[in-house]
């Protein structure tokens, strides 16, 4: 076996003597006499102060804070009467305007209802107009039935030349002429009257009427006339003109026909435009009324009025 060296023991049981102590409590007092000691009494002077700033602070920061809040209290406070000054404008406004809506509504009310009774006596008058055009319309038939029945034996002579120093001879003279060239033996008492139609000085032929004592003879002197212009066409002969009213000079065709009211001698000029243009065949009048024919074989129309005609192209 090896040889271990082995380290004394210790010493458990140490123990300190008074004279001991003493010499240790001598030994850290001397210590402590170089020991530099802090001054207790200004660090004391310092907590005070800074006990003494806090509460400033908190004051001024208070102050402040107060001072901030009343600013924007204040500003806060100013916008508000701003808005509410604002809101009271418009409130205003909105009152004055509704004021106006409903002054506008009353007078649109009130506008409306005299558009209304406008509407209705137009109305009215409306109703009165048709009835007054329907009777003005019905009189002026009967104007036209009591003329046309006082032409019920009259003829018109259309385009004879006038005559210089012309007298109501010299007419009944021209119409003894035409009769005898048309073949009718007729005397004297059998023509009522000849008269000229009034014209314009400068022109120089007008129509002639001959008012005959009878229809027959009215119609017959009629049916004369048609039958020599169909003879004339045949034989290529000249038709009826001045020379066979005993007139001199220039020869002037002339034309005889009813004598037609002025209503049915425009509806007569209208109804021979119609013939012309819907290509019908016949056009003609009959004891002053108008008529039309399309065709050979096809009844004859009664032309009454313009709107008839009218009418009779829309079909």
Not at 105 to 113: D, V
Request: proline share 3%; hydrophobic share 35%.
């Amino acid at each position: 076996m090896p040889n271990v060296t082995r380290s004394p023991p210790l010493n458990k049981s140490l123990s300190l003597s008074e004279s001991d102590v003493n010499r240790i409590t001598a030994t850290i007092e001397g210590d402590s006499e170089h020991v530099t000691q802090r001054d207790s009494k200004r660090r004391r002077v310092a907590e005070d102060d800074s006990v003494t700033e806090c509460p400033d602070l908190r004051v001024i920061i208070r102050e402040e804070l107060k001072i901030m809040m009343n600013t924007m209290q204040t500003q806060q406070n100013s916008r508000l009467d701003l808005i509410e000054k604002r809101i009271n404008e418009i409130k205003s406004q909105n009152d004055t305007i509704h004021k106006k809506n409903l002054d506008i509504e009353h007078s649109i009310e009130f506008a409306t209802a005299k558009l209304d009774e406008l509407q209705l006596t137009i109305t009215h008058l409306e109703a009165e107009r048709k009835e007054m055009t329907l009777q003005i319309t019905n009189i002026g038939d009967k104007c036209d039935n009591l003329e046309r029945l006082s032409r019920k034996t009259s003829i018109q002579i259309r385009q004879v030349p006038k005559q210089k120093g012309e007298t109501k001879t010299m007419l009944f003279e021209m119409v003894r002429k035409l009769s005898a060239t048309l073949g009718i033996n007729m005397v004297n008492s059998e023509l009522r009257d000849v008269y000229r139609v009034p014209t314009k000085p400068d022109q120089s032929n007008s129509a002639i009427v001959a008012e005959f004592s009878s229809t027959l003879l009215k119609e017959s002197f009629l049916t004369a006339t048609r039958n020599h212009r169909l003879s004339s066409i045949k034989s290529k002969t000249e038709q009826l003109n001045s020379s066979h009213l005993g007139l001199g000079g220039p020869k002037a065709e002339v034309y005889i026909s009813e004598h037609l009211t002025p209503q049915a001698s425009r509806l007569f000029y209208l109804a021979r435009e119609f013939r012309k243009e819907m290509e019908y065949a016949y056009c003609w009048t009959a004891n002053g009324l108008v008529y039309l024919r399309k065709k050979q074989g096809d009844p004859f129309i009664l032309v009454r009025s313009e709107a008839q005609l009218q009418l009779l192209k829309n079909k």
